[in-house]
């Protein structure tokens, strides 16, 4: 699909306020940051990991994109579209996993703590190769982990929907299924936290996303988005959550964005930054903990230094993790994708 300036720069907030928010939550040098800048660090603690539901509603409202065509043909169609998604979040994902836990190895060196993951057993790595490790309560090997495994739930479930409301030919059914688990879920599992490990409770706000995406193919985009939108309030005022405001908000901008076919107005140069921080967001995503490790385990050899130390140190990690980041893409990501886009399996 080509490239969209704003999912980029949606994806490009969103992986930043993740980052920012793993630095402001582990580690001695979350510990300098919350008492060097008390109230900055307070609000990414609590509020930037909020930057999740950004990519719950990009995932789904992609993912219908992507789903739409495919899921008109039989069931062997189905199964390969689930199979490839795998491969592309488990194959990245494994290959970080290996930073990880080098790194933790090297941080468990001069740093006890919590947030370091011990060496793996082999029952926890298959685990993390399954994307099963929250389901089988194992412990992760890196922060966010857990939301990959979501990830593959909520595709699976999204192209079961379209798959068997389109068998007929019509895609109304689809669209009525996926909308009816999307109420569910925000009325439902999104209000009981024992419901987290389950791609369920995280429904409502990638259907947003996925049923945006259907607006912005349809000739009735306005009306379905107006749907879109009472369905999204009467879930926020039976019970309001502002992580579900957030995701309303940013699929309503999707719609309306692709319904209008306007791209933000970046000069060329912006462009190609936004373009190229969003296309190694999954990547920054991945490999960052690494990174966090380190540079914590570096702060506890060297302290006491001053807070200019720390600051230095916070920015290092920043700037190390995006540079990691792309060359994690180039090297490692997008030879991955482009084999899996030319593959069949037997």
């Known amino acids: 699909m080509q490239r969209q300036t704003l999912v980029d720069a949606l994806k490009c907030i969103g992986s930043q306020l993740i980052v920012l928010h793993h630095f402001s939550a582990y580690g001695p040098l979350s510990e300098a940051l919350h ?47 689930l199979l490839l998604r795998y491969l592309r979040l488990a194959l990245p994902l494994l290959a970080a996993l290996a930073l990880a836990v080098l ?84 009325l439902v599992f999104n209000r009981d936290a024992r419901w987290d490990d389950w791609g369920l409770y995280f429904f409502g706000s990638y259907a947003l996303g996925a049923l945006a995406g259907w607006a912005a193919r349809s000739s009735q985009a306005l009306r379905w988005l107006t749907l ?39 000069p060329a140069r912006p462009q190609e930054t936004v373009q190229a921080l969003g296309r190694t967001s999954y990547a920054l995503f991945l490999v960052h903990f690494a990174v966090l490790l380190l540079v914590n385990a570096l702060y506890a050899l060297l302290a006491p230094q001053g807070a200019g130390f720390a600051v230095l140190l916070l920015g290092l990690g920043w700037a190390g993790s995006v540079a990691l980041a792309f060359v994690f893409e180039r090297r490692i990501e997008a030879p991955l994708n482009l084999r899996l886009r030319s593959w069949r399996p037997a």
């Open 35 to 81: 008492r060097l800048a008390p109230a900055l660090a307070g609000w990414l603690y609590d509020y930037a990991r909020m930057a999740v539901q950004i990519f719950l509603v990009l995932g789904g409202y992609l993912a219908m994109q992507a789903l739409v065509p495919a899921m008109r043909r039989d069931a062997a169609m189905l199964g390969r579209a």
């Open 103 to 186: 790194a933790a190895l090297l941080a468990r060196q001069v740093l006890a703590a919590d947030f370091i993951p011990a060496a793996p057993g082999w029952g926890q790595a298959l685990a993390h190769a399954l994307l099963l490790q929250d389901v089988v309560d194992a412990e992760a090997l890196s922060a966010g982990v857990w939301y990959v495994a979501i990830d593959l739930q909520l595709y699976a479930l999204l192209a079961l929907l379209l798959w068997l409301g389109q068998r007929g030919g019509r895609p109304a059914p689809a669209l009525w299924l996926t909308a009816g688990l999307m109420l569910l879920s925000l």
């Open 228 to 266: 879109l939108a009472a369905l999204g309030l009467l879930a926020l005022g039976l019970d309001w959550r502002v992580r579900i405001a957030l995701a309303l908000g940013v699929a309503l901008l999707l719609g309306l964005a692709a319904v209008s076919r306007r791209e933000l107005p970046l």
